[in-house]
């Protein structure tokens, strides 16, 4: 047996973004490290026609959104090759090779669409600097005046034969955030918000049709929150447009698939009443397709006209599809098995074509079960189990680590749990059992589900994490003596509540948490979203706030359970001042704790000495907590 590593966790690569050409017999997708080393997350990309992938560009850089042209001929990328860190659109000749630089828009590009003009690529970028400008930072005379002058993306042609750039003068000063063009080469559908505000931004968007040839564009109308993934399909009464976007009214919610029937303007929910969440909407020639989180599974379906119909379920986790005629591409994740590139009928069954974790083969994992249980009122749940290695359930009572997930809009998948962040693999290998909670508020069991803890945060999620715990003490596996409890971003928010409400657990991590709902809405880049969450902001009269009542700072007097604490430093999602404050409390009150700061960290932990640095202290602090002191 090899033993798990925190070097084979931080040192793997993981593919991203697969996309199959338009003759399904090409398929491009990216290598990504799990960390970095320098300054830059040096990628890689990779081409598979004949099953033996072959890397398609030597340089050393920044990698991504591989798109191919409609005749599968080229491939166009990002890369900042030529800039470390201002990516510019490049394009690959599969038949000799050979990468041509397209632009060098200074700013840098964001993001690209081949249309089926062959000779026009669309794109986003925001402006370029003036001269005005460049003398101003010269001069540091630079003070920023948030409202205005705020970057936007903007769309942008290039017209290949003469490598000029233009800028349709067509959504005034709207951010634009996707592109997609109707299946005929008929007009694309813009989606854009009012700012690239991420707090105001996505509470803005509208949809657009804009001609490509004229230059003119037709508004649709506004959509809801968060709106993404865009597609077309036709049906009887013509072009229909869809989108995902979050279920109104609340800003927390379960996601959608919204169908918009172009000439008609007759909107609907396609998606209303599942016990399922959309992830995913993919145009294919016909009708899209749509990837659903299910529970611990995937549901892969067609968008039929009288709703979704089921084509496959794919156990674990699947994303990121891709298609090309009857062909699909997706990344998948299973119990045991890492993600890789899988390609098939959408129907299934799905064949692994790439092999990115070969070092994982021969170690030996914590066994993985899933774990069905009920709410104290009543309400269906379902987590993961994940044994210590080499343990059986009769092995037990086990020291056990509750990891709650992020988000709370995301879930646990029956995939394999192993990453930088505390993750159940890595603790098991270290002879701990693990419980990974999805507790509603998450995906996976519809709007709902979903919806409920808007406004309630800590409350029912915290009772659906507790009657887990409690389900694993009753059946022998879990020692109520040696309880420990983590998370990251939201997951360390519980975490924090947790600690605050009951003495029953031996030692907490905090990574990137929330403790202050007021503080969130007003400092975090997501600010009403947050506010949705915690019920309330700081500006809702004099106080109390109902955020105060959910906040786990407005119960650090009662914690005694030792805290170690992580963050990022250059975190916008959830700032550092959150932890600061936790912190300061904790110390205030004599509560044995550590605090950890990741310089040029944000949200998520990228440097490889970061992440395994992480990994070893979250190690040492359960051991030292649920093993060690215990002896």
Wanted: hydrophobic content about 40%.
């Amino acid at each position: 047996m090899t033993a798990l590593t925190a070097e084979a966790v931080t040192d793997g690569r993981a593919p991203r973004t697969p996309v199959l050409a338009p003759n399904g017999r090409l398929l491009c997708y990216v290598l990504t490290p799990a960390g970095g080393t320098g300054d830059h997350l040096d990628t890689e990309l990779w081409l598979d026609g004949t099953g033996t992938p072959r890397r398609a560009t030597a340089d050393t850089a920044t990698e991504s959104l591989p798109r191919w042209s409609g005749d599968s001929a080229t491939l166009f990328f990002l890369s900042d090759r030529t800039e470390r860190g201002t990516a510019q659109l490049h394009r690959l000749t599969v038949a000799d090779g050979s990468v041509t630089a397209l632009t060098q828009w200074r700013t840098g590009i964001i993001d690209h669409l081949p249309l089926a003009d062959p000779t026009l690529i669309a794109l986003l970028a925001t402006d370029e600097p003036t001269e005005q400008d460049a003398r101003r930072v010269r001069e540091r005379d630079d003070a920023i005046v948030v409202t205005d002058g705020e970057p936007r993306a903007r769309l942008r042609l290039l017209d290949l034969t003469t490598g000029r750039v233009t800028t349709p003068d067509a959504f005034g000063d709207r951010h634009v955030v996707e592109l997609r063009q109707r299946p005929d080469g008929g007009p694309l559908a813009v989606l854009t918000r009012a700012s690239a505000d991420h707090d105001h931004g996505p509470r803005t968007c509208q949809l657009h049709l804009f001609d490509p040839t004229t230059g003119t564009a037709e508004d649709l109308g506004p959509v809801e929150a968060e709106a993404r993934s865009l597609a077309w399909w036709p049906a009887e009464d013509g072009w229909h447009l869809g989108y995902l976007a979050l279920t109104p009214p609340v800003l927390h919610a379960g996601t959608a698939v919204f169908d918009l029937a172009v000439d008609t303007r007759v909107l609907r929910n396609r998606t209303a009443g599942l016990p399922m969440c959309p992830t995913e909407l993919c145009q294919t020639d016909a009708f899209p397709l749509v990837v659903f989180a299910h529970g611990l599974d995937t549901t892969l379906a067609r968008l039929d006209p009288t709703g979704p119909t089921t084509l496959a379920q794919h156990p674990g986790d699947l994303h990121d599809l891709t298609t090309a005629g009857q062909t699909i591409a997706a990344l998948t994740s299973t119990r045991y098995e890492p993600e890789n590139v899988h390609v098939g009928p959408p129907t299934g069954p799905l064949r692994k074509v790439t092999d990115t974790r070969p070092e994982l083969a021969g170690i030996t994992l914590g066994t993985q079960q899933p774990l069905a249980y009920r709410a104290p009122d009543g309400l269906d749940l379902d987590g993961l189990l994940v044994l210590p290695v080499g343990k059986t359930a009769r092995d037990g009572p086990f020291s056990l680590v509750t990891i709650v997930h992020g988000g709370p809009y995301d879930r646990y998948a029956d995939r394999l749990q192993l990453a930088w962040y505390p993750s159940a693999q890595w603790l098991a290998a270290a002879g701990h059992a693990v419980f990974l909670p999805n507790a509603r508020g998450g995906q996976g069991h519809g709007h709902e589900f979903a919806a409920s803890v808007a406004g309630r945060v800590g409350l029912e999620e915290w009772t659906d994490v507790l009657a887990g715990i409690d389900l694993l003490v009753a059946e022998g596996i879990a020692d109520p003596d040696r309880l420990g409890i983590a998370g990251w971003s939201h997951g360390g928010f519980l975490s924090a509540w947790a600690v605050g409400q009951t003495d029953r657990f031996r030692a907490a991590l905090v990574g990137a948490g929330i403790v202050d709902w007021g503080m969130l809405a007003a400092t975090g880049e997501n600010g009403l979203f947050e506010a949705a969450l915690g019920g309330s902001t700081g500006w809702s009269g004099a106080g109390p706030h109902p955020h105060d009542a959910v906040s786990p700072i407005s119960f650090a007097g009662r914690i005694r359970t030792p805290v170690l604490l992580l963050h990022g430093a250059e975190d916008t999602n959830v700032p550092l001042g959150q932890a600061v404050y936790f912190h300061r409390a904790l110390r205030h009150f004599g509560v044995e704790h550590e605090f950890v700061v990741y310089p040029r960290e944000g949200h998520s932990i990228r440097e490889r000495d970061h992440q395994l640095d992480v990994l070893r202290r979250t190690r040492a602090w359960f051991d030292r907590w649920l093993v060690h002191s215990i002896v």
